[in-house]
């Protein structure tokens, strides 16, 4: 199922997908009959069919699963036993999911093929963009891409996030020349196995080769602003290594430092002093179309928990398009956003029938916000092992426009009706193959009593109470929360990184009435479950909001690399656990403020039809 396809091919290449749309039903029905005719003989999928490979048993056999039900099986692998339990292929590796992305990291079974489904699908990503950005041959990107280092299991075999796994394969190192898809960053920069050395060393190579950057990038918007602050930190030193054409002695990764030192080339003290002058303003405001004057986007995914993120990169672009152009996991992955051009909030994604067989588990969202999953409330989504089975899900083709739904795949790797844990709403179709919004990941939670926030709510309501901020000109650049139930009652805590427009540090803090304000705002746009027990059972207390100094969030991001997290996918987790994070931020605080006010509520009031 990975069709041929030259990725100098443009116009061939918009041609596949829309065949690729155009068919979906007829691509999924071959995708799971391929998958299971090879793979029927596994242990897993013999213990519910017997050897058989029907699509319609299947379905009726096979049961959704979370990765608790399947982790036996990958641990398993990982201690040794043959890759026969789930997969006819050979598991090659293990894809390591973020530390930050509702749990702790999770091992996903990945083979050869599925690094070639990968390049196929990242290929595809070339036309869409050519088809709404004109010259992507006439310069380099700058994309500030990372590793981490890997772990091996007991098997032997390697455990790793996933786009580590992809920047280390030989389709990334050998990967042919595409005109289309040139970087500033030397392959022995991403590859660098020092973060700080290989961002300043990716940075250094951006800011030498200015000139030819047409598109700007990391992978999360997050990692793309901690760039900025990096910027902030070394702009100098930066400056100082292009006027004399000398890369920094601490740059020791001695490939990293002769790949670089090659771009650097001869003094270049001109550059230098235009780089240092737009580096010393007063205001960042704008910095990288004055930094890259020829850069036509930014390309970072502001979806979901990143959209946070979107005020602060538009402060910094100087008006240039914030462009997500995939949805993926370590799972698999799963679509292309193809209207890259469109505003962050309408970003909408089309699933490519041909990278898994996926299904969806349909989710309603009544009045009090509560959501339920086939009648199973995701207030409490972890099903008991009889209910697994009762979950009817819908296929891709039948997906209803404005309905929600939880993704569930089928891959070539070894998963079966596996919940990715992805909330994603239908926008529209592309031809037969529908578009969808992500919205949230599942159980991402804050709670007191019976409050249950997920990430959506908090976004939510940040972005109700900032709206107080910004006339100030105070920027709200990153946050996160905790449940504190040190006290009783406990209460919802809120760490906010600030920032003025206009300078470098945050000089003053916002009067305290502000932000007494900005915490009942906080409180009044939470759920009518979380208000009733504030106003009516006083089982919660009064929210909190921290304001923590510049950097916080650098030094959060730090130590979850220390614990084990990719840098290349960190996001920052929006609710904090972890007691040695929470002492990390709150050694930071500068500024405590609580809700003044008892947020409104009422019973709810069914509607009589």
């Known amino acids: 199922m990975i069709p041929g396809y030259d990725s100098h091919d443009s116009e061939y290449g918009l041609k596949l997908l829309e065949d690729l749309t155009t068919n979906a039903y007829e691509v999924q029905q071959k995708v799971l009959e391929e998958i299971l005719a090879k793979n029927a003989q596994t242990e897993y999928l013999k213990s519910f069919l017997n050897g058989h490979y029907d699509n319609k048993l299947f379905k009726q056999k096979v049961p959704v699963v979370s990765y608790e039900d399947v982790k036996p099986f990958i641990e398993r692998i990982a201690n040794g036993e043959p890759s026969e339990i789930i997969s006819a292929q050979p598991i090659t590796e293990l894809l390591t999911s973020s530390g930050t992305s509702g749990g702790q990291p999770k091992m996903m079974p990945s083979t050869a093929e599925d690094l070639e489904r990968k390049t196929f699908f990242y290929n595809l990503l070339v036309p869409v963009m050519n088809k709404y950005v004109d010259g992507l041959d006439q310069g380099k990107g700058m994309y500030l891409l990372f590793i981490k280092p890997e772990i091996s299991t007991p098997s032997g075999l390697v455990a790793r996030p996933v786009l580590t796994s992809y920047y280390k394969s030989s389709n990334f190192r050998n990967r042919p020349f595409n005109r289309y898809n040139v970087y500033t960053s030397p392959d022995e920069t991403i590859l660098c196995s020092d973060n700080k050395q290989s961002m300043y060393c990716q940075l250094l190579c951006g800011l030498v080769q200015r000139d030819q950057v047409l598109r700007v990038g990391a992978v999360f918007a997050s990692a793309f602003l901690r760039a900025i602050k990096f910027l902030e930190d070394h702009w100098k030193e930066l400056c100082s290594n292009i006027r004399s054409g000398q890369v920094s002695d601490w740059i020791t990764e001695e490939s990293c430092r002769n790949a670089v030192s090659l771009i650097l080339g001869k003094p270049s003290p001109d550059l230098a002093d235009l780089i240092e002058h737009e580096f010393a303003t007063k205001s960042w405001e ?239 746009s939470l759920d009518s479950v979380y208000r009733r027990c504030r106003r009516k059972d006083h089982s919660i207390g009064p929210l909190e909001i921290r304001i923590v100094k510049h950097g916080t969030f650098d030094a959060l991001m730090d130590f979850a690399v220390d614990e084990g997290s990719s840098v290349n996918q960190y996001k920052t987790p929006r609710c904090i656990k972890s007691e040695k994070a929470i002492k990390i931020l709150d050694s930071r605080v500068v500024g405590r403020y609580f809700s003044k006010t008892t947020p409104f509520w009422e019973p709810f009031r069914m509607e009589t039809k």
């Open 286 to 524: 704008g910095i990288i179309k004055k930094l890259w004057p020829r850069t036509k986007y930014i390309e970072v995914i502001v979806t979901g928990s990143m959209a946070q993120y979107i005020p602060t990169l538009e402060f910094y672009s100087g008006g240039l398009p914030l462009i997500s152009t995939m949805y993926a996991s370590s799972e698999c992955y799963f679509g292309i956003n193809f209207k890259p051009l469109s505003k962050p909030h309408d970003v909408a994604y089309t699933l490519l029938p041909n990278m898994a067989y996926f299904e969806f588990l349909p989710v309603e969202r009544n009045h009090e916000d509560v959501v339920l999953c086939n009648g199973v409330s995701d207030q409490n989504c972890a099903l008991k092992e009889d209910e697994t089975e009762k979950l009817e899900t819908v296929d891709l083709v039948d997906v209803k426009l404005g309905h929600y739904y939880e993704l569930v795949v089928t891959t070539f790797t070894g998963l079966y009706r596996y919940r990715v844990g992805d909330m994603l709403m239908v926008t529209g179709f592309h031809n037969n193959a529908p578009q969808f919004r992500f919205m949230h990941r599942k159980n991402v939670v804050l709670s007191i009593d019976t409050d249950k926030t997920n990430e959506e709510d908090l976004l939510n309501a940040v972005t109700q109470a900032k709206l107080l901020l910004e006339p100030l000109g105070f920027l709200l650049i990153e946050y996160t929360s905790y449940a504190d139930t040190s006290s009783i009652p406990g209460h919802y805590v809120l760490f906010w990184e600030l920032k003025v427009k206009g300078n470098n540090d945050l000089e003053e803090l916002i009067h305290p009435s502000i932000m007494e304000q900005c915490c009942s705002t906080v409180e009044e």
